[in-house]
């Protein structure tokens, strides 16, 4: 079966051909042209995904309590964290770690001065392992 298409004024071929064994068709598309022709295959346009909105969160620590201490706390309760003082804050960006931190206040607001910034090497392996 084949089916023809046209794309960019160019028409373009669709070759469909049976798998061995199982009935099942494989499909066998031609090669993707760059349509501008100015650019290499390796440029990276970032333009596109530049105003998408992500959330940061900073994270100072965490802590497991049982649903019977967390029914506990009243206000006052104190909740030890998993981080000494001084350890820098985890910065996330949709929940990925991407860099650490020490807290600053600038004009009477929390800030985050980044001290780390973790390598995307550094994320993947984090996320593997």
């Known amino acids: ?6 794309t960019a004024g160019e028409p373009m071929q669709d070759d469909w051909t049976e798998a061995p064994g199982n009935g099942a068709r494989a499909a ?10 100015g650019e290499a ?22 802590a497991r309590i049982s649903i019977r201490n967390l029914l506990q706390l ?12 001084g ?10 770690l ?3 931190g020490e807290v600053v206040v600038v004009n ?3 800030g985050i001065r980044l001290t780390d910034i973790i390598s ?7 996320l593997r392992g």
């Open 1 to 6: 079966m084949n089916a023809e298409r046209t």
């Open 28 to 37: 066998h598309f031609p090669e993707l042209h760059n349509e501008r022709g």
């Open 41 to 62: 295959a390796g440029d990276i346009k970032l333009d596109a995904i530049l105003d998408v909105p992500v959330t940061v969160s900073m994270e100072i620590g965490r």
């Open 74 to 85: 009243n206000q006052g309760s104190v909740v030890e964290l998993d981080r000494l003082a």
């Open 87 to 96: 350890e820098p804050m985890d910065v996330l960006v949709n929940g990925t």
């Open 98 to 100: 991407v860099a650490q």
């Open 108 to 110: 009477d607001k929390f």
């Open 120 to 126: 995307p090497a550094e994320r993947v392996k984090r």
